[in-house]
């Protein structure tokens, strides 16, 4: 709420998609922090499954418009009607599955290929709680995420471990300025006399 007298805080939109293989905890991580709700038993998405969730970040609220994609191999083709547009991506993978990390590397470089310019990507490893049963060693990750650009965090959606943190570094991460707002016509500059060319 606004103090009397100052002006109302700025709201922003941000599209944002979950992309990563089938089981490595997408929705999980996606009802994490929107609800700070787990299920032990998770159905497959279908298709995708959209939610919202905003945050209070300096000056202004930003309100992240999250797809959580399906991870099935059959719904791959749909990914970049999901991606499209969008200001940010989590890659998830799960640090108990090798193939779930080649999977999302795949993501990572489809995102560099046809995601919109300046796209703010971050890669997700996803079970920490299960670390005895590690099959992805942080330190290769890290090294990856380093030569890509991209943002790295290790999280637990089930033990609640890093999530926030992950949507929390994703919206520092985002242009200060919507740029949506740069598309719209300023009427002002039209409505400025044409200075005049001559005297008398």
């Given at each position: 709420?606004?103090?009397?007298?100052?002006?109302?805080?700025?709201?922003?939109?941000?599209?944002?998609?979950?992309?990563?293989?089938?089981?490595?905890?997408?929705?999980?991580?996606?009802?994490?922090?929107?609800?700070?709700?787990?299920?032990?038993?998770?159905?497959?998405?279908?298709?995708?499954?959209?939610?919202?969730?905003?945050?209070?970040m300096d000056d202004?609220?930003?309100?992240?418009?999250?797809?959580?994609?399906?991870?099935?191999?059959?719904?791959?083709?749909?990914?970049?009607?999901?991606?499209?547009?969008?200001?940010?991506?989590?890659?998830?993978?799960?640090?108990?599955?090798?193939?779930?990390?080649?999977?999302?590397?795949?993501?990572?470089?489809?995102?560099?290929?046809?995601?919109?310019?300046?796209?703010?990507?971050?890669?997700?490893?996803?079970?920490?709680?299960?670390?005895v049963k590690r099959?992805?060693?942080?330190?290769?990750?890290?090294?990856?995420?380093?030569?890509?650009?991209?943002?790295?965090?290790?999280?637990?959606?089930?033990?609640?471990?890093?999530?926030?943190?992950?949507?929390?570094?994703?919206?520092?991460?985002?242009?200060?300025?919507?740029?949506?707002?740069?598309?719209?016509?300023?009427?002002?500059s039209k409505l400025?006399?044409?200075?005049?060319?001559?005297?008398?």
């Amino acid at each position: 709420m606004s103090l009397p007298g100052s002006a109302p805080m700025a709201e922003r939109q941000f599209k944002l998609v979950l992309l990563g293989n089938m089981n490595v905890g997408k929705t999980s991580m996606a009802l994490r922090f929107v609800r700070n709700q787990f299920f032990e038993y998770q159905d497959n998405t279908i298709g995708a499954a959209f939610l919202t969730k905003s945050l209070v970040m300096d000056d202004a609220t930003l309100k992240f418009e999250i797809w959580d994609t399906a991870g099935q191999e059959r719904f791959a083709s749909l990914a970049p009607m999901y991606y499209r547009g969008a200001a940010a991506a989590i890659v998830v993978y799960d640090i108990t599955s090798e193939e779930s990390l080649q999977v999302a590397k795949k993501w990572v470089a489809e995102l560099r290929q046809k995601g919109s310019a300046g796209m703010v990507i971050a890669l997700a490893g996803n079970k920490l709680d299960m670390e005895v049963k590690r099959a992805v060693q942080k330190a290769e990750v890290e090294a990856y995420a380093a030569e890509q650009g991209i943002l790295f965090f290790e999280i637990s959606a089930k033990a609640d471990i890093g999530v926030q943190q992950v949507f929390l570094g994703v919206a520092a991460a985002l242009p200060k300025e919507d740029p949506e707002a740069k598309k719209g016509l300023d009427l002002n500059s039209k409505l400025q006399p044409e200075p005049s060319a001559g005297c008398c």
